[in-house]
C-alpha cells in the first residue's frame, strides 16, 4: 500500500525549459509535504516544502503546487538548469507528531544542454 | 559545519554478523530518524527518536535496534544480519520548533549483506 506515488521514474528536459515533478498521495491525514533532491552517493537535500493551508509555496526557481481535493503536488522548475539534473523525492507527513515522513519511489530528472 | 555525519560509508557484511551504523548531529536536533533505501524506491522510516532516551518504531523496524543516550548520537544496530538488510541507509535530524521544519539527512551509509 503505497501512499506516496510518483508515476514517472525519469523525466527529461532541455535547458531553460520547465521541468515538472508530479506526487500523488493517498491518507488524507498527510498535511505537510517536501521535496528533496538527491546526487548520487549524497544524502537526500531539501528544497521546499508546503502544508495544506496552502495551494502554492515558491523560492526562487522552484515552486509547488498542492491540490488536497486531487491529493496531487507538483514541483515546478523554471528555468531549468544542467545542476538540476538528480533524483528527485516527494515526501509526506502529519505535523502531528514526529514528522514521519512517507517519500516517493522518486522521479529521475536529466536536463539536457 | 558538519550536520549529520554518518560512519563508516561502506560495509560488507556476513550472513549473521552484526555491526552498528553510526549517526551523530552537532545542530543540537531533538528529533533524529533512521531510513533505508533500496535500489529504486523510495526511503523507508525504520525508527525514530525524539529526544534523548525516547525511541519508536518506523515503518520497518524489524531486523533493527536503536538507543538514544545522548542528543547528538543516535546509533542502529543490526543484530543477525541477512540479506534483505543490504540497502543504502540514511540518518536524518530535525530541530524540536515548529513541526514543519524540514528533516536534514546525512550521506548515507551502503550495506552489503553476502
Known amino acids: 500500500d503505497q501512499q506516496v506515488k510518483q508515476n514517472s521514474p525519469s523525466l527529461s528536459v532541455q535547458e531553460g525549459r520547465i521541468s515538472i515533478l508530479n506526487c500523488d498521495y493517498t491518507?488524507?491525514?498527510?498535511?505537510?509535504f517536501l521535496w528533496y533532491k538527491k546526487y548520487p552517493a549524497e544524502g537526500p537535500t531539501f528544497l521546499i516544502s508546503?502544508?495544506?493551508?496552502?495551494d502554492k509555496n515558491e523560492d526562487g526557481r522552484f515552486t509547488v503546487f498542492l491540490n488536497k481535493s486531487a491529493k496531487h503536488l507538483s514541483l515546478h522548475i523554471v528555468p531549468s538548469q544542467p545542476g538540476d539534473s538528480a533524483v528527485y523525492f516527494c515526501?509526506?507527513?502529519?505535523?502531528?507528531?514526529?514528522?514521519?515522513?512517507?517519500f516517493g519511489q522518486g522521479t529521475r530528472l536529466t536536463i539536457n544542454p | 559545519n558538519a550536520g549529520v555525519t554518518q560512519t563508516p560509508k561502506f560495509r560488507i557484511l556476513k550472513i549473521g554478523q552484526s555491526m552498528t551504523l553510526q549517526c551523530a548531529q552537532d545542530?543540537?536536533?531533538?528529533?533524529m530518524y533512521w531510513y533505508r533505501q533500496d535500489p529504486g524506491m523510495g526511503l523507508k522510516l525504520i525508527y525514530y527518536?525524539?529526544?534523548?532516551?525516547?525511541?519508536d518504531k518506523g515503518e520497518v523496524p524489524n531486523g533493527y535496534n536503536v538507543s538514544r543516550s545522548t542528543t547528538e548520537d543516535f546509533p542502529l544496530r543490526l543484530e543477525l544480519a541477512a540479506p534483505s538488510q543490504t540497502s543504502v541507509y540514511f540518518c536524518?535530524?530535525?530541530?524540536?520548533?515548529?513541526?514543519?521544519?524540514?528533516?536534514?539527512f546525512g550521506d548515507g551509509t551502503r550495506l552489503s549483506i553476502l
Open positions: 536524518a535530524s530535525r530541530g524540536a520548533g515548529p513541526s514543519n521544519q524540514p528533516q536534514h
Open positions: 491518507n488524507s491525514m498527510f498535511d505537510y
Open positions: 508546503i502544508s495544506s493551508i496552502k
Open positions: 515526501a509526506a507527513s502529519a505535523t502531528q507528531g514526529a514528522q514521519k515522513l512517507v
Open positions: 545542530m543540537n536536533h531533538n528529533y
Open positions: 527518536s525524539v529526544g534523548a532516551g525516547i525511541t
